[in-house]
């Protein structure tokens, strides 16, 4: 097998001295602020965060990952840190949302138009770019997904939402490109809202990433291994994508034990392929890593597949997230 260039999802486990873990698991993934969650005072609070995206970075170049983030380290969720960063919600009366697993969830309530009136990870790519030499990413919730988990007092139209929040993420990721190497979305809910996703997914897909050169990723999911257990073999939406115009799409694979040969439906993409079971409390051989690429070379070129884990690694043990990434990297070039 040749070798196979790897990345993370997104997250990285923040470490204890930094936020109170105990918080994430009483309300699983916050859709709203979640300040509580940090144990350093906000005075010292972006010190601290700094200090920890050295720590992941460090931890994702020993390991032997070719395209890194920050972890993430600076974010409560992947969501609610851009979500609630826009023009046109009311953050002192959230609304409600049903989550993918039936639950009812504080969410942005939205109650004016939906703009970005200024950079929400811009300050933090500049760190990222600064702490390491090997090429970054930055991921930003998909404007499908932030439609889904929002209260919509304003618009009354998923579609129109969705579009509103696509250019607002588009005016992120046109700043971003200039600092990052790829830009990533992560879409969990097309899995979830597969439907809706057919009606108008692609179109708010196509929006956010206008007029980006750099490679980009759509990332989808079944949801957090902590929280979903039993996950089907198969996407409810994936062929989609195809008529998308994202370079990438990222999937999950290993825990579900997917059926690979659903990549067939995406030969203008390169695949993200997630290898690593998060929910597996034991890190991978990187003979394991090397079986499970092979297994996806017989439906997709070498050059159209990059390794990763199946999602963000931010509810793991570090060590455990850390001797996976070293198995993966190892695995990549051929276990």
Same mark, same amino acid.
């Not at 005075?43 to 970075?57: F, H, S, T, Y």
């Not at 902590?226 to 825990?255: M, N, T, W």
């Given at each position: 097998m040749s070798r196979i260039p790897t990345t993370v999802v997104g997250s990285y486990p923040q470490p204890?001295?930094?936020?109170?873990? +105990?918080?994430?698991?009483l309300t699983a993934v916050p859709r709203v602020r979640m300040r509580q969650v940090w144990r350093v005072a906000e005075?010292?609070?972006? &010190?601290?965060?700094?200090?920890?995206?050295?720590?992941?970075?460090s931890d994702m170049e020993r390991a032997g990952i070719d395209v890194i983030t920050d972890g993430e380290q600076r974010r409560e969720s992947y969501f609610n840190e851009f979500a609630n960063a826009l023009e046109g919600l009311d953050l002192d009366?959230?609304? +409600?949302?049903?989550?993918?697993?039936?639950?009812?969830?504080?969410?942005?309530?939205?109650?004016?138009?939906?703009?970005?009136?200024?950079?929400?990870?811009?300050?933090?790519?500049?760190? !990222?770019?600064?702490?390491?030499?090997?090429?970054?990413?930055?991921?930003?919730? $998909?404007?499908?997904? #932030?439609?889904? !988990?929002a209260q919509d007092d304003y618009y009354r139209d998923e579609e129109r939402l969705a579009q509103a929040y696509a250019v607002a993420?588009?005016?992120? /990721?046109?700043?971003? &490109?200039a600092v990052v190497d790829v /830009?990533?979305?992560?879409?969990?809910? #097309?899995?979830?809202?597969p439907e809706r996703a057919r009606a108008y997914a692609v179109p708010a897909i196509d929006r956010a990433l206008a007029g980006i050169r750099k490679p980009t990723?759509? %990332?989808?999911?079944?949801?957090?291994?902590?929280?979903?257990?039993?996950?089907?073999? $198969?996407?409810?939406?994936?062929?989609? /994508? &195809?008529?998308?115009?994202?370079? %990438?799409?990222?999937?999950?694979?290993?825990?579900?034990?997917?059926?690979?040969?659903?990549?067939?439906?995406?030969p203008s993409k390169t695949i993200v392929l997630g290898v690593l079971d998060?929910?597996?409390?034991?890190?991978?051989?990187?003979? +394991?890593?090397a079986a499970r690429l092979e297994a996806a070379l017989r439906h997709v070129t070498a050059a159209r597949l990059v390794a990763a884990p199946d999602c963000g690694m931010k509810y793991l043990p570090r060590d455990l997230a850390f001797a996976k990434l070293r198995a993966l990297a190892e695995g990549a070039r051929g276990g």
């Open positions: 204890d001295w930094l936020v109170d873990k +105990t918080q994430f698991q005075p010292w609070l972006r &010190e601290a965060q700094d200090d920890a995206v050295r720590v992941a970075v009366r959230p609304g +409600t949302a049903i989550n993918r697993r039936g639950v009812p969830t504080p969410v942005p309530r939205v109650v004016g138009p939906i703009a970005r009136a200024r950079p929400v990870n811009l300050r933090d790519a500049q760190f !990222l770019r600064a702490a390491t030499d090997r090429p970054i990413k930055v991921t930003v919730p $998909g404007p499908f997904t #932030m439609a889904q !988990l993420v588009n005016a992120e /990721l046109r700043e971003l &490109e /830009l990533q979305l992560d879409e969990p809910y #097309m899995q979830a809202q990723i759509v %990332h989808l999911c079944f949801g957090y291994a902590f929280a979903v257990k039993d996950k089907p073999s $198969g996407y409810s939406f994936l062929p989609e /994508l &195809e008529r998308c115009v994202a370079s %990438h799409v990222s999937i999950e694979a290993a825990q579900p034990k997917l059926d690979l040969s659903a990549l067939a439906a995406l998060l929910n597996d409390p034991t890190a991978e051989s990187p003979g +394991t890593v």
